[in-house]
C-alpha cells in the first residue's frame, strides 16, 4: 500500500523557518516528480513546489520564490521542504504529493498527481 507521510509542521513566528518532510512507502518515487501543495482555511489548495524526479529541475509558485526550497533523498524515498522567512499568510496544512507515472515533468497542477500525504499543519505567527 503506497502512503505517503507528511510531517515537520508546527507553529513558528515571522521571519522564522521550518523543514517539512515527506517520506514515502509502499513504492519507491525515486523516478516520480512530487510536489507540495498547501490549503489555508477557506481557501483551495495550491502548487507550492515541486521537483522532478533526479531532482534537477525545480518550479516553485511565485509566492514562495526565494523562501523556500525543495529537494529530495532518492535513497531515503523522502522528499523536503525548506521554509525560510516564514510569512502568517503562509499559515495553511501543507501537503506532499507524487506524479503516479514515472519519468514525468514538474507541472503545477494538482490533478498531476495521484498520490497524497495526510498534510502537515503550518502555523505562523506575526
Known amino acids: 500500500q503506497v502512503q505517503l507521510v507528511d510531517s515537520g509542521g508546527g507553529l513558528v513566528q515571522a521571519g522564522g523557518s521550518l523543514r517539512l518532510s515527506c517520506a514515502a512507502s509502499g513504492r519507491t518515487f525515486s523516478n516520480h516528480v512530487m510536489g507540495w501543495f498547501r490549503q489555508a482555511p477557506g481557501k483551495e489548495r495550491e502548487f507550492v513546489a515541486a521537483?522532478?524526479?533526479?531532482?534537477?529541475?525545480?518550479y516553485y509558485a511565485d509566492s514562495v520564490k526565494g523562501r523556500f526550497t525543495i529537494s529530495r533523498d532518492n535513497t531515503k524515498n523522502t522528499v523536503y521542504l525548506q521554509m525560510n522567512s516564514l510569512k502568517p499568510e503562509d499559515t495553511a496544512v501543507y501537503y506532499c504529493a507524487a506524479d503516479g507515472n514515472r519519468y514525468g515533468v514538474v507541472r503545477n497542477r494538482i490533478s498531476e498527481y495521484d498520490y497524497w500525504g495526510q498534510g502537515t499543519q503550518v502555523t505562523v505567527s506575526s
Open positions: 521537483i522532478g524526479w533526479s531532482g534537477g529541475s525545480t
